[in-house]
C-alpha cells in the first residue's frame, strides 16, 4: 500500500471520499510517523492519538452515508496557539502550564465542521515571538531539511515553526498557523512549504492567543498551493464574536488556482533589492519573475518608499500590543502561579519564572513606548508611519498593480543556536524584512517555494496581494509553483 | 532616547516583571539596541499624516446591549490554580 503520509492533502481527500482507504488508515498512518520521527524533530509538544482515530472514525462514518466535509477525514497539526476545548493550549509557554481551554477557537471549530480530524498540538515560538522556534518553553523544533554538505540541525523559522516542520517530515497533511510580522511565510519559505497569510479579517481571531491583535491573522501552511486554498477556505470566514472580523463572502479558493496570470500586472518593489542581498536570492527572484512572464504577465517597477521603515514601527506596535495582551498572565486565572508575599510579589515573580527572555524583553519594550511622556515618541509615530506603509501599498494598486513578488526571506534556513542571531536581537528581527509589511499593511502574503540555494535548502518567494485577494495569489503561486517543479521532499533522518 | 539601569528597574515594575540586580545590565543593552533601531523612524515626515487605527477600513460593528452568554462561573475558574466556590483567590489584598 502506497504511503498514506506522502500524498497531497487534495489527493488524500480524493482518496478517502472514493474509499480507496479509510480515515481510520490515514490518521493511523500519520499517528505512526508521529511516534517515530517527532523526538528528533520536536515538532509536536501534544499528540492526541486517541482522539484523533475517534475523529477519524466518525469521519468514516459520515463518508460511508455520504456525508463527506471538504476536509473529511484529513488528518491535522494545530498550532499551540489555538484554544482547542479540553487539549494542551500553551503558546509554547510556561506561564500557561496545564491550560486546558472551556472552550474552542473559531479557526479550529471550523475545520472540524469540515471533518478535519486532529493529530496534537505544534510547538512554536513562546507567544508567537520569535524568527527561529527557538523561543518555545519546549525547546527548538528541527527542520527536516539539512545542508548537503553537513548534518547540522537547522531551525524550521518561526514562529510557526512546528506546523512547518510537521508539514515537510510528513507529520501531518497541512497545518493551521498564525502571522504577526512573517510567522507564517518565512517558515513556509525555510521548509519548502507554502504558507499563507489571508488579509486581516478573513479568520476569525476568536480562541487565538493573542499577540498583537492588530496584526495577528491565521493561515495554513501545507505541502502544495492548492493543499492551502482548500485549508483557508475551510478556516475563513466571518465571526460575530471577533470585532475585527470582515463579514464577506469567502471565494472558492481552490478554483482560483489554475486561473494562471495571463493579463496580470506584477509590481516588483525596488526597496525590496536590499544592500548586500546574497546572488542566489537575486536570482531567484528575477527567476519568478521570468515564469510569471512566460506565462502572460506583465511586469512592473515599482516603489514602496516606506518599505525600510516597517520593521521598526512593527517593533514599537507589536511589542506596545503584546505588553497590553499579555498582562492577563497573571498567575491567578490560569497555568502557572508562583506564590508571594502579596498580589504584586505574585504577579512579578509569576511572570519572570513563567515568560522566556524573548517575551519579557518584548513586553518591557512595550510597556517602556506606551508608558507616559513615550507614547507620542513612540507609538502614535509609528502608527502614523503604518499608515504610510499602506499607503505606499495603495499607490501600487491603484497604478494598475494585481500583486506583488518579493523574496520571502533574506536567506536560506540557518543553524539551531546562531551565534549573530544570539548576541544582537535586531539580527532575529532583519529575517521578516520583506514580510512584516505585509502585516502592518493587512494585506494578503504567500510564500511558496520557487528554488534551493547551494546548499540544497529551499528557498521561497513572496506574492502579496490586494486586500481581500487572496485568488490571485493562489493562481499566481501556482504558476511559480508548476514552473520551479522542484523536488520537495527533503531525504529523511528522522 | 535610550533607557539606564533606573529605567529598566522601572519597566519592570511597570510590566510586573522581576527583574532580579545580575539582569538589569543585559536588559539595559538589549532593551536600547531595539530602541536604537526604531530611532530610524525619526527620519520619516509625518506630518499632518493620521495614525492608524484600524487597518481595514471598517467601522467596529455594534450589538444590542444584552446578555447573550455566560451562567457557567464553575468552567471560568476551571483552570485556575486556586479557587474556592467560584471565585479566583488571591493573597489578601485590603486589611
Known amino acids: ?494 | 532616547m535610550s533607557v539606564d539601569a533606573d529605567t529598566v528597574r522601572r519597566i519592570g515594575r511597570l510590566a510586573r516583571i522581576r527583574i532580579t540586580e545580575d539582569e538589569v545590565a543585559s536588559y539595559e543593552g538589549e532593551l536600547n539596541a531595539i530602541l536604537g533601531f526604531v530611532e530610524q523612524l525619526d527620519e520619516v515626515n509625518v506630518e499632518g499624516v493620521e495614525p492608524m487605527t484600524s487597518v481595514t477600513p471598517m467601522v467596529l460593528r455594534r450589538r444590542e446591549d444584552k446578555v447573550t452568554d455566560g451562567g457557567y462561573a464553575d468552567r471560568i475558574v476551571a483552570n485556575a490554580p486556586i479557587s474556592e466556590d467560584n471565585f479566583f483567590m488571591v493573597p489578601k489584598v485590603v486589611e
Open chain 1, 1 to 494: 500500500m502506497t504511503d498514506l503520509t506522502r500524498l497531497s492533502l487534495k489527493a488524500l481527500r480524493d482518496g478517502l471520499a472514493a474509499k480507496e482507504f479509510t480515515a481510520l488508515e490515514a490518521t493511523d498512518a500519520y499517528v505512526a510517523a508521529i511516534e517515530a520521527g517527532n523526538d528528533k524533530l520536536n515538532a509536536y509538544v501534544a499528540v492526541t492519538a486517541d482522539q484523533a482515530r475517534e475523529m477519524a472514525k466518525a469521519s468514516d462514518a459520515r463518508i460511508a452515508k455520504g456525508e463527506a466535509g471538504t476536509l473529511e477525514g484529513v488528518p491535522l497539526g494545530i498550532k499551540d496557539l489555538f484554544a482547542t476545548k479540553g487539549v494542551h493550549t500553551q503558546a509554547a509557554s510556561h506561564i500557561l502550564d496545564g491550560f486546558k481551554p472551556e472552550y474552542e477557537s473559531t479557526v479550529t471549530a471550523n475545520l472540524w465542521r469540515d471533518g478535519a480530524v486532529m493529530l496534537g498540538k505544534l510547538n512554536m515560538d513562546e507567544f508567537a515571538m520569535g524568527s527561529s522556534n527557538e523561543t518555545s518553553y519546549y525547546g527548538p523544533v528541527i527542520n527536516p531539511w539539512r545542508g548537503e554538505s553537513d548534518n547540522k540541525d537547522l531551525v524550521p523559522g518561526g514562529s510557526s515553526g512546528g506546523s512547518a516542520s510537521a508539514v515537510a517530515a510528513w507529520l501531518c497533511a497541512g497545518a493551521t498557523a498564525t502571522d504577526t510580522g512573517g510567522s507564517i511565510r518565512q517558515p513556509a519559505a525555510f521548509t519548502g512549504t507554502v504558507g499563507i497569510k489571508p488579509t486581516y479579517g478573513r479568520c476569525s481571531r476568536w480562541g487565538t492567543v493573542a499577540f498583537a491583535s492588530s496584526l495577528d491573522q491565521a493561515g495554513p501552511i501545507a505541502r502544495t498551493v492548492e493543499d492551502s486554498a482548500l485549508m483557508l477556505q475551510s478556516m475563513s470566514g466571518f465571526d460575530e464574536k471577533d470585532s475585527t472580523s470582515v463579514d464577506v463572502a469567502v471565494p472558492d479558493f481552490a478554483a482560483a488556482v489554475e486561473r494562471g496570470v495571463k493579463g496580470l500586472t506584477i509590481g516588483v518593489p525596488a526597496e525590496y533589492r536590499m544592500d548586500g542581498m546574497p546572488e542566489e536570492i537575486e536570482k531567484l527572484w528575477t527567476q519568478g519573475l521570468e515564469w510569471l512572464k512566460a506565462e502572460g504577465a506583465t511586469v512592473k517597477d515599482i516603489s514602496l518608499p516606506h518599505t525600510k521603515y516597517a520593521l521598526p514601527a512593527y517593533y514599537i506596535v507589536a511589542p506596545a500590543e503584546a505588553s497590553s495582551n499579555l498582562a492577563r498572565y497573571d498567575g491567578v486565572k490560569y497555568g502557572l502561579r508562583v506564590s508571594g508575599k502579596d498580589i504584586t510579589d505574585l504577579y512579578e515573580l509569576t511572570r519572570a519564572e513563567g515568560f522566556g527572555r524573548e517575551v519579557k524583553r518584548r513586553v518591557m519594550i512595550g510597556t517602556y513606548v506606551l508608558s507616559a511622556g513615550y507614547y507620542d515618541a513612540y507609538y502614535v509615530r509609528a502608527q502614523k508611519v503604518r499608515t504610510l506603509i499602506k499607503r505606499d501599498f495603495e499607490d501600487a494598486f491603484n497604478a494598475g498593480v494585481d500583486a506583488i513578488l518579493t523574496p520571502a526571506t533574506p536567506s536560506a534556513a540557518f543553524g539551531i543556536a546562531d551565534q549573530d542571531m544570539a548576541t544582537d536581537p535586531v539580527k532575529m528581527y532583519l529575517n521578516d524584512i520583506f514580510t512584516v509589511t505585509v502585516n502592518m499593511a493587512g494585506l494578503p502574503g504567500i510564500a511558496v517555494p520557487a528554488g534551493k540555494d547551494g546548499q540544497g535548502l529551499p528557498l521561497g518567494l513572496q506574492l502579496i496581494g490586494k486586500p481581500f485577494d487572496e485568488e490571485t495569489l493562489f493562481a499566481a503561486a501556482r504558476v511559480i509553483e508548476k514552473s520551479a517543479a522542484l523536488d520537495l521532499a527533503p531525504a529523511k533522518w528522522w
